[in-house]
């Protein structure tokens, strides 16, 4: 399990590091800068051949102070190094000074002011590489130069794209105006259109949120996380196999294991969802089919079937013992014809809530789905029962709009129950919430998909999964999780219809297995996202059930 850290954690790590008397802020200051020129190096090997051309824009704070390391390195590899600085030498934090003071020995130093961006794009183009080390972890507000370096950047990756020279852009821990707890960038204007973006990023000891959430995948380019020798970032038990892939990391540093003094109480953490966790939480153990627990799907009317029939193929898939589609008496036909180790039954009686609470009587049955393909009216009408029921319960799609229509039904959520909404579902529940998200972000640390998840889940009392390809976990207690489907690890395919309904079959299936609500929905995501990828391209929902035992086997 790999921790994903605020900008606070991470200066928490860096000032503990510190006292500790282990290292230097200076030290840490040249190790970053060195990951910056190895990661640089790494990607693009053609530049650690000859000598280049680069130019190196410093800010005020030690992101600046980590610039001035890597032009200092680059002019030490040969390279013609000009060097901008944003902001007054005499204001640098003493690291950044000090560093700012060696480079001065070897070159100058331009200030970087609007005008300096005036016409940039043809000067940059003999340039190999620009290295944006303005903003790091330590932005607090938009920038006032942002839109010129933006359009600077950007004018150099339009020139490479149109097949002229190309310098490649490296950012410095982050793209500078990117929040590192957010992913957002910081402004009113429409963010992309004014982003600087990076073909490469290199951040240091462990992924930010920022990296991995809303605008930072498609900002950052590649994301390279070098270590700076502040400590093992994995948990014990996790090798080095349990690294994301697409995040490609340095080698393990020496000690591991163990949470270093100054880390934040776990509540305050978000943890990534590793592959050794899923392979812990999907093991099954010796038993019989009730050992594995019974799965209810609830099912759409005549001809609105398939959702169901999507979820209940992905709960037996993952391992439970028996799976059951209940439906309305008119659609038994429909589903009988396409459904065989999947069990059926009718919803018979005076009512279909009176129906479900009988078969609810049968204790065995414990993990329900409502929601896929159900009908709003239907799901109101059946939400009552299955919650008074108090078994493990996925709600989705028409059932989410049931809730968020009726206070008296969101009241009756317990803790055994896991929401999945979409983001436009998520608005429809927690309109006040998604509109925070949604306003522009003007100070840093801007709110995030992991604050709106978090704060979501606790006024639920349940653990709530906010989709995307940036998915966050988050239960009641704080307690986090982020199954990013970004940089190498993408599976852009996944945005197919029905999908939703089979990831919310994962879900309850492994419920009926005994997982808690929490590490169903980190696993079950995690595993969604490896069944698309090992897929491909092409994928149909109908894949992601079938492609399971694949992945399943990956992970033995
Ligand atoms: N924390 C750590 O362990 C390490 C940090 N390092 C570097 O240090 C960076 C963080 O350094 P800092 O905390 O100094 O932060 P930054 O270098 O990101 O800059 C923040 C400075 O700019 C000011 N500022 C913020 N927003 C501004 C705005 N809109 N306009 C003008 N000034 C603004 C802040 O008050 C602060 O002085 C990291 O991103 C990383 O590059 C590395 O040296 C490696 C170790
Ligand atoms: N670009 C993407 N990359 C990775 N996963 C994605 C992407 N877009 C959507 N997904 C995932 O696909 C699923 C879609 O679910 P949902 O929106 O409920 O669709 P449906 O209702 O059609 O099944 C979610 O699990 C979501 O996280
Ligand atoms: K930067």
New binding site residues.
Partial sequence: MTEILTSAQ??A??AAAIASGRVT?LE??E??GQGVVEAVFAEWPALAAAPHRAVVLC????????GFVVARLLKGWGWEVEVFLY?EPGKL?P??RVNYERWCGMGAVLPLDDERFDGWPNAASGHAVIVD?I??????????AHRHLAMTLNSCQSLSRKGGPSPKVVA???PSGLC?NSGRW?GDDQPLDFAPLANLTVS??APKLGHLLADGPVSCGRLVVAD?G?GQRLAPGAEARARPAGWAFAPAPGGRGGREPGLPPRQDTVEAIAQASVAQSVAKAAGHKYTHGHALILSGAVGRGGAARLAARGALRIGAGLVTVACPPSALIENAARLDAIMLRPLRGESEAEALATLLEDARINALCLGPGLGVERARELLPVALAAKRATVLDADALTALAGDPALFALLHASCLLTPHAGEFARLFPDIAAKLAAPATT?PAYSKVDATREAAARAGCTVLLKGPDTVIAAPSGRAALNAAVYDRAAPWLATAGAGDVLAGILTGLLARGLEPFSAASTAAWLHVEAARSFGPGLIAEDLPEQLPAVLRNLS
């Fill in positions: 991470m200066r790590i860096e802020g840490l200051m190790r970053a800010g005020p704070g030690s992101n600046g102070g980590d902001g934090p690291d950044a080390a903003f790091g972890t330590g932005l607090v507000r938009p920038y006032r410095v821990d982050l590192s910081l240091f000891h700076i502040l840093g």
